[in-house]
């Protein structure tokens, strides 16, 4: 999350948006982004796991957490197709930075 942040006005000026989503409630997600010091793009509540499902991110593998999801990372153009995905793993638990920005770039056309 924070380094979507400090990506983030770069990605404006490209006509790029950013949001997190979760399962967590919306009071979680303001303390999360008060605990990280703020976070200038929005972070999306999905605590009946409506979002989580229809994307196919639903994890209900780990005790305690039944419907949380698996860490991904989606680009959606502005016809609403995703055009490219990035789902964690245990080998790569984060996502290559660049590459998301340069697959939101081309999602985004030219300005």
């Known amino acids: ?5 400090s990506r983030h006005e770069a990605a404006a000026k490209d006509r790029i948006g950013i949001y997190g989503i979760s399962v967590d409630s919306v009071f979680s997600h303001k303390a999360f ?7 200038p793009y929005d972070l999306i509540g ?33 016809s609403g197709t995703v055009t490219w995905t990035w789902q964690g793993s245990r080998e790569q638990p984060q996502p290559d930075y660049d590459l998301v920005i340069e697959e939101a770039r081309r999602a985004a056309g030219p300005g």
């Open 33 to 39: 982004a008060e605990e990280l010091g703020g976070l």
């Open 1 to 5: 999350m924070t380094e979507f942040r």
């Open 46 to 78: 999905d605590f009946e796991r409506k979002m989580v499902t229809d994307y196919g991110v639903r994890r209900d593998d780990v005790a305690g957490y039944s419907g949380m999801a698996r860490r991904t990372v989606y680009v959606i153009d502005g």
